[in-house]
């Protein structure tokens, strides 16, 4: 029952203040502390949920309730007043003295207006986990107020190790915490010396995912918690115009397979430099309106007081309890109104300039460690916030009786300790290879993205323990993942006849390559599969990023990740996609995979069934990476690799292909392949250097990654062996061909320890050549067919062109003649 349901034909005001004289310690709580006031429709929501909680026999951490939201004002206001000394102050006394010139920070930094406002939405969620006894995960879009979140855990002690070691509550251990947050200082060994960051990182206990680009939270918090869990995720005005999906999360929560998410957006009003869009166009007014028109159920509530938010996050629970209620008594259908928090509040509300461009970052105007009038605006505003000591250390311990209810740490939520396995592991499904390689016309042809079709679907159908989801932007028939539809179906809350479409779907598409690509990246509990044309892949860059570095820098922390490894199939792509335009054919994707960590960003080029299904069969014993597969869609791919030879080419990284090489042991010249098609015009080129008795070896790389100059320990172990190096590529053999599926500039980069100088080393790849072509034909104008790699040959060698070219065929080389009817 609501409190309204409970004020009857009394005002709301009158019963505030009935209730207030019948419970004495709902009247201390109402009195609010420092600048937090709360509100009589506050009061009136608590008081409500004060009586629902006693009438269910909800008693928590056993601490009384309005104890708890007593501690819980102190606690906040505490929290306020060091996340500003994080700022601006070099040294904290705890008497809550005036701070003199020489103990501010000569360069203040933080981002302090949002921290501010993030302190009573962190400090909320700390004590309705302590109310109710059950620890949610949280996840923050704004990762940049990362001091509200390390404030609370240090006060709190729900530190990481790394913070437990350094911070205490004490002036020396708080000063060191002040002097942390942006100090820039490196240790002896090269690395940042301070744990804290800039935005949510490794260190910050309980943190998920960095923050750093805008809008992704909203995208992917609905797939986060499985059933039985629970994540509050905290949003922001900036972000909800940053990024275009987050009206969508209504379509994709399903009680049967999701947990209760309750999404609180932060509306502060301001971006860096001006308004958000938001309030320059009807405010939080016209923002319920689009919500609603959106299947969210809009709760609008005071974002500068803790208690709301503890109020909010209990309230949206209780509806999307009540929703789901509903449906599975059949008296309701999908999509549920999803509960949406709005909690309105001036940007670094509590403190000097609140509401202002300056609250951004430095609110004070000037820079208080040398304008006097600025150390007063400081200490003032200061002031207001500060608790005495013996009173913030009574209040903290009403938050350590986590033991009594049997939940673990904040720091410990579900979300941060994921370890998913396998119960099958499906064998790999493979075609026979021909014996005769040599003899092009006895080459079987198919597509490698059958294989991964079916590699897919057998391991979700053989572990129905895990949830599925596949990021799906589009074309799933057309780029061969027909199976896995027809079995996994779209998600949708109204099937269309004849469609593969279903409630319970696990395929989420839109025309939103962001915003599928979340669906898989978030759904960490389950196993992921994510899909799109190559030319798009660059529209996932920066979600797909977040993850590889959040990943990398757990990795460096030591924090294992437990997820399973994602799948980023890059399919339909550059050289296959030779008909449709320059907009269609772009690796760059691949490429700017390439250049993050290797160890946890593996790129591999996949060119047959075999490879494909070998790849697919180890992706999901692997854990915490992201695969970028360039995978080929279209029917006519070679069968060229058996079973041992697509297991040492995934394990080696690259593989010698000796049933194609000629005379090996005295080898003037190596060719590298690195895609499908650049592996069939590098076989063509192969066949004519044996026909003109030229020794050389060919060589498939899949994994370029594995033989760049490694920039960590990390990825120096996931290097291919040196030994393995100096058998592929000996210093004997300078000279070298690398074909590649990517721009030749970026695989010479990646490829640098293999590079032996302009004269003997070359590289053909994509040079920004397309239009409405063939597939030879794109091979041909960017330079990539056999005759180029033998031209190539030739200068690299020393040779004549006419030793491997006739003349007709040099005539379409050098554009005296068409290319058609001679090279292809």
């Not at 350590?400 to 998913?420: A, H, I, Y």
Request: neutral net charge; glycine residues 8%.
């Amino acid at each position: 029952m609501s409190h309204r349901e409970k004020v009857g034909n009394i005002r709301e005001e009158e019963w505030v203040t009935l209730y207030r004289k019948r419970n004495p310690s709902a009247d201390r709580w109402a009195k609010g502390y420092g600048p937090i006031d709360h509100s009589v429709e506050t009061q009136a929501r608590v008081f409500a949920m004060a009586e629902l909680l006693a009438s269910r026999g909800i008693q928590g951490d056993g601490i009384p309730f309005f104890d708890l939201l007593h501690a819980l004002d102190r606690v906040t206001s505490a929290s306020m007043w060091l996340v500003v000394h994080e700022t601006y102050a070099r040294n904290v006394y705890l008497d809550g003295r005036e701070l003199t010139p020489e103990n501010f920070k000569p360069i203040p930094e933080g981002h302090t207006g949002g921290a501010l406002n993030m302190v009573p939405a962190y400090a909320g969620y700390m004590a309705v986990n302590a109310i109710t006894g059950h620890t949610r995960s949280w996840i923050m879009g704004q990762g940049h107020c990362v001091a509200a979140i390390d404030t609370i855990n240090l006060l709190l002690n729900n530190m990481t190790p790394k913070h437990a070691e350094r911070y205490s509550l004490t002036e020396e251990g708080l000063t060191r915490y002040v002097r942390d947050f942006y100090s820039y200082k490196l240790r002896r060994d090269g690395k940042q010396d301070s744990p804290l960051g800039s935005h949510v990182n490794a260190h910050t206990s309980g943190g998920l995912a960095e923050g750093g680009y805008l809008g992704f939270t909203e995208l992917q918090y609905v797939h986060m918690p499985l059933p039985g869990e629970r994540l509050v995720a905290f949003l922001s005005d900036g972000a909800f115009e940053e990024q275009r999906g987050s009206d969508w999360i209504p379509r994709w929560w399903r009680a049967e397979d999701c947990g209760l998410v309750t999404p609180i957006m932060i509306k502060n009003g301001r971006r860096i430099d001006q308004r958000t869009t938001m309030s320059q166009q009807g405010g939080a007014d016209r923002f319920v309106d689009h919500l609603k028109l959106n299947n969210f159920d809009p709760i609008v509530f005071d974002g500068r007081d803790p208690a709301a938010f503890v109020w909010a996050i209990f309230e949206m629970e209780c509806r999307l309890e009540a929703a789901a209620r509903a449906i599975q008594s059949r008296g309701s259908s999908y999509p549920v109104p999803l509960p949406y928090g709005i909690a309105l509040a001036p940007k670094g509300a509590g403190f000097y300039g609140e509401g202002t461009n300056l609250a951004h970052n430095l609110p004070l105007m000037s820079n208080p460690h040398i304008d006097p009038l600025a150390a007063e605006r400081f200490n003032e505003s200061a002031r207001r916030l500060w608790v005495p000591f013996a009173e913030l250390k009574d209040s903290i311990s009403r938050f350590q009786r986590n033991q009594l209810s049997g939940r673990p740490r904040e720091r410990d939520n579900p979300l941060t300790k994921r370890e998913v396995k396998l119960n099958q592991i499906p064998p790999p499904v493979l075609r026979p290879v021909p014996e005769n390689r040599h003899n092009p016309s006895a080459w079987t042809r198919t597509s490698p993205m059958f294989a991964v079709d079916a590699m897919f679907l057998a391991a979700v159908q053989g572990n129905p323990h895990l949830r599925p989801r596949i990021g799906n932007p589009d074309e799933m028939r057309s780029n061969r993942m027909i199976r896995t539809l027809e079995n996994l179906k779209f998600r949708v809350t109204d099937p269309e006849p004849g469609i593969p479409e279903d409630i319970q779907g696990a395929v989420i598409t839109a025309l939103n390559e962001e915003a599928v690509a979340s669906a898989a990246l978030a759904n960490k509990g389950g196993i992921n599969f994510i899909h799109t044309y190559e030319a798009f892949g660059t529209k996932m860059h920066g979600v797909v990023r977040q993850e590889i570095i959040f990943a990398d820098h757990c990795n460096e922390a030591g924090r294992r990740q437990g997820w399973l490894s994602i799948p980023l199939v890059l399919t339909s792509h550059t050289w296959e996609n030779a008909k449709n335009e320059r907009s269609h054919q772009d690796p760059s994707m691949a490429e700017a995979m390439l250049g993050e960590p290797s160890d946890v960003s593996r790129v591999l080029f996949v060119p047959d069934y075999n490879t494909a299904s070998v790849v697919m069969h180890h992706l999901y014993q692997t854990h915490g990476q992201i695969w970028t597969l360039v995978v080929p869609k279209i029917d006519v791919i070679p069968d060229l690799f058996t079973l041992d030879e697509a297991t040492h080419l995934l394990n080696s990284g690259a593989l010698r292909l000796d049933w194609t090489c000629h005379d090996p042991g005295r080898q003037r010249v190596i060719l590298t392949a690195m895609g499908a098609y650049q592996l069939e015009e590098v076989l063509k080129a192969s066949a004519r250097l044996k026909e003109r008795n030229v020794p050389h070896s060919v060589i498939y790389m899949l994994e370029p990654g594995r033989f760049r100059t490694p920039r960590s320990d990390r990825e120096e172990v996931h290097m291919a062996p040196a030994q393995l190096q100096a058998e592929l590529y000996p210093s004997s053999t300078p000279a070298r061909i690398f074909v590649t599926h990517t721009r030749p500039e970026v695989l010479l980069g990646i490829l640098q320890p293999l590079h032996t100088g302009f004269y003997q080393t070359g590289a053909l790849g994509f040079i920004n050549q397309g239009g409405t072509l063939s597939v030879p034909g794109m091979l041909f104008v960017n330079r990539c067919t056999w005759a180029y790699i033998l031209l190539e040959v030739t200068r690299v060698l020393g040779m004549l062109q006419e030793d491997l070219l006739a003349s007709e065929e040099l005539a379409a080389l050098n554009g005296r003649a068409s290319p058609e009817g001679v090279l292809f």
